[in-house]
């Protein structure tokens, strides 16, 4: 029961702010390995990928047609034989008078210089005739037209994508150096949590005022959707113990590079924070950040290693603090440059206008009007952090990043979770 | 080799058209189950989704304070306990003169109706003294106020989203119907094409002119990121002989809802896709769409049941029927009205006009310029489909939904698979 003075948030921190005091404290990782490219999507790049070679190495047809000599168009030639992509028949070549089925993408035959499409030909048995002159090096892609060997294909600090991928395999980079996965643990802690197994019993508990656990899980889907070069090594719920969350983190903290707290971070007669830190002998980087919907987010690095972020127990607060501080942290952690999809999927034009006292999370409908995005915000009762349920009403959640009056027709980013009303594929 | 008349696309289908054709002839999945909502991310719901309580239950105080009479105030009264959220301990109850201390989202004890905030109390030692007059439902969610029994919450053919899981559970909604998943079967085909493994000898064979797949993978990684509703339930890879595509789709094909086929669609003497058509003696539903990159998509019907749809062996051109056919295939058959978020990620502004003369994709730089996404599109030899390697130079990929002019400053839909430059989270 409370009693004591409270000693709580009594100086909230700017979030451009917090996120320039952890990168001065915390390092990245800097262990590397080489993959497989085909294993590299999400991966954060540790080195430029250059082309290793000249691509295509050899000349490749850019038809379906026949490879031939240049001299010899227009004239009439014998075909000798067929080469697909991937397959020239061993010793084929194409002499003086003679001709080559080539596919789409084959390497030339030896001797040919340019390639007639077969629309432009006439077939007689085993010759074709050509009526006019074809140039050499028409219909071809020449040796190195895609990539000179040493060129930069994709930066240090880039995100691979499944994109990346396809194309550094289409010019043979088979392989890649990536730094090691950030290695995250998620708490939610909360005496009053519980995870849910059985429907029928969770909604029992939910009704008798317990809480079916969502926050960390929603951290979690976060993190694997949209920093996939970290990974969520372990995911626990805990109660509102300081004892018992420093035992967890004295024990496990060093098998990770961050952990995320959600919950428990609220006001209480004894900051809880303060006192974890306290128990764990724990440097306080700040306590509470300058906006709305997150307010208690706070970060700690243990003495054995780790940095510890504590987040909002409420869902979309939590979420909020994950968009606009652990999403930097983690690219700053895992040496990220430049990520692929980010959090903020969607730029979108506000349809009225919202009053932001501080920075925050707003809750909104989403639809395309004449091309555009449109953010319509849900009125402020449903925005209230208390009325989860709202969510089902919003689309997605848009986020006002200055505290001043946002007016109608001002850009903001968006989450998307919905696809927008109006949406055309 | 060739010889015969081609008998290629002979008629190019609208996408539109297309669509139409397959929603008329292939009927969405039925079968329902029922699952925890915790399970449902990503799948379609079966039936609206009603609250089947009021939630709350009872009165929740709003905030940190003391469960008092509102008759009792302002006035001295004893604190004869403690409620927390999910936690009233037994037989306590507000009776006058008394005060209950309560956390924010506890339930209210029995007797008390209104809350008085923590810090508009003076405490002194067992009493606290509040000073001035709190109104009967004061600081507090009356009952029903999130949700009232039999309110819809959301409608039949939404996907849940992760936010909806956690709106849903706010409210002790802890069980959905939903339709079960599409199956997807995935076949590439192409004698050139090889499953790499490892690095250095999947190096060597694309130097040689062999195709390390990567077309099917790309389709299965769109549908499980944008299609959470399907599920890729095989892969394979198979040569370019119609027996074997035969013998496959007739032995698999009952497995599965609906088979993708990649590459293989290409100009040939003899049409493969009629070929298999006949072959299988498959209802050919069109043949050719009216857009550049991925003109030879196709689809057919299989007296065995599944959809067979025939997409372009080539990475962006598959994508693109995957976003403008594919993904709307997918969403009849999943009984989808409203999806998460939707392939077209993003909508943004055409920094430079662009010709399209058919529907197209076309790889773009994306950055944000005062708070809007710009498009750039790569210049016009760093779009050909051959040049593949083009993808790490791009940012994303933007639609052309029609054939015409598109000048600068359009709107146009993008597949955003890179941050944008300039991007703040």
Chains 1, 2 share one sequence.
Do not use: C
Request: aromatic share 8%; charged share 25%; hydrophobic share 40%.
């Amino acid at each position: 029961m409370p009693g004591h003075v409270p000693r709580y948030l009594e100086k909230l921190t700017p979030v451009s702010e917090a996120i320039r005091i952890i990168k001065e404290s915390v390092k990245p990782v800097s262990e590397v390995e080489s993959i497989p490219v085909w294993s590299a999507i999400g991966r954060v790049l540790a080195k430029d990928v250059v082309a290793e070679h000249d691509f295509p190495p050899k000349p490749r047809s850019a038809y379906d047609g026949y490879a031939v000599r240049a001299s010899d168009t227009p004239g009439k030639l014998r075909v000798v034989g067929e080469a697909t992509i991937g397959r020239i028949e061993h010793g084929l070549r194409v002499d003086p008078g003679t001709a080559v089925y080539v596919s789409t993408g084959a390497y030339l035959p030896d001797g040919a210089d340019t390639v007639v499409p077969e629309e432009a030909v006439r077939r007689e048995g085993e010759y074709i005739v050509i009526d006019r002159e074809f140039k050499a090096g028409k219909n071809l892609d020449p040796i190195g037209s895609y990539v000179r060997k040493g060129q930069l294909l994709l930066p240090k600090g880039y995100v691979l994508s499944m994109f990346d991928v396809v194309a550094l395999l289409d010019v043979a980079v088979t392989e890649v150096e990536v730094y090691r996965k950030v290695r995250v643990g998620v708490i939610a802690t909360g005496t009053e949590l519980f995870e849910p197994s059985n429907p029928r019993e969770a909604e029992k508990r939910i009704l008798r005022g317990e809480v079916a656990e969502t926050t960390a899980k929603l951290i979690e889907y976060a993190i694997s959707r949209y920093a996939p070069w970290a990974s969520v090594v372990w995911r626990v719920m805990l109660p509102d113990d300081i004892d018992t969350i420093s035992w967890y983190l004295t024990r496990q903290g060093t098998s990770v590079d961050m952990i995320i707290l959600t919950g428990g971070t609220g006001p209480s007669n004894v900051d809880p924070f303060y006192q974890l830190a306290e128990a764990l002998e724990a440097k306080v980087l700040f306590r509470g950040l300058f906006v709305k919907g997150g307010r208690p987010t706070s970060a700690m690095i243990l003495n054995n290693g780790p940095l510890v972020i504590a987040l909002s127990g409420h869902p979309i607060s939590a979420f909020h603090g994950f968009v606009r501080l652990v999403y930097h942290v983690l690219k700053h952690i895992g040496n990220v440059k430049r990520s692929t999809e980010p959090p903020l999927t969607a730029l979108a034009k506000l349809a009225s206008p919202v009053k932001s006292k501080r920075p925050q999370p707003i809750k909104v409908k989403l639809r395309v009007v004449n091309g555009v995005l449109e953010a319509t915000p849900l009125p402020p009762e449903r925005q209230l952090s208390s009325v989860t349920v709202s969510n089902v009403e919003a689309d997605g959640i848009a986020i006002l990043r200055e505290a001043k009056v946002y007016e109608a027709g001002e850009w903001v980013p968006v989450h998307m979770f919905r696809e927008p009303e109006g949406y055309e594929g």
